[in-house]
């Protein structure tokens, strides 16, 4: 199933949702006043773009360019929300605006162990650069991964849909 998300920058005052959000994804939570910092910050440094579902904020992602890159920093969907291709939009969307800021590709870290948000990446054009041990608050190893802009999509083989009409 897929949910058409509405896509747009968050403000100060999706602060508290994008919160709610962070804690019910993650078992380690970033602290709430690095939301709040990034939020009261000029726009153009870090961008935070929602998906809103009938008015309501579903899933954020949080970027900023480096150099001639991308740097994803967070990408979260509310557990309710899983499954329903609201990731797929955000990380296409700020895949979009890389590319509107002139970056050549995108980086960001995932879990070793985080194997669905692995394919996710996997299929937007991902792949492993960097095995980091430790990366995270846990001890769990990271892998720093890099797709070139503009996104090549590669769908998986087993979602082929013929259709006998």
Known sequence: MMFLVDIRYCSLKDLNEI??????????????EIFEADLKRK???????????EDKL??????????RKLKIMNLAVHP???????????LLAMGELGVSLGCKSVL?????????????YEQFGFKP?????HYYQDGED???MESPLPFQIVLPKDNAETRSE
């Open 58 to 67: 579903c899933g954020f992602g949080t970027c900023r360019r480096e150099k």
């Open 142 to 144: 990271a892998y720093l």
């Open 129 to 133: 650069i960097r095995l980091l041990s």
């Open 43 to 53: 726009i153009g440094r870090i961008f935070y773009i929602g998906a809103w579902w």
């Open 19 to 32: 919160y709610f959000i962070e804690r019910a994804a993650y078992e380690y939570p970033w602290p709430y």
């Open 108 to 120: 960001l870290e995932v879990s070793v162990t985080n194997h669905p948000a692995r394919l996710l």
């Open 80 to 90: 309710d929300f899983r499954r329903n291709k609201i990731g797929s939009q955000l």
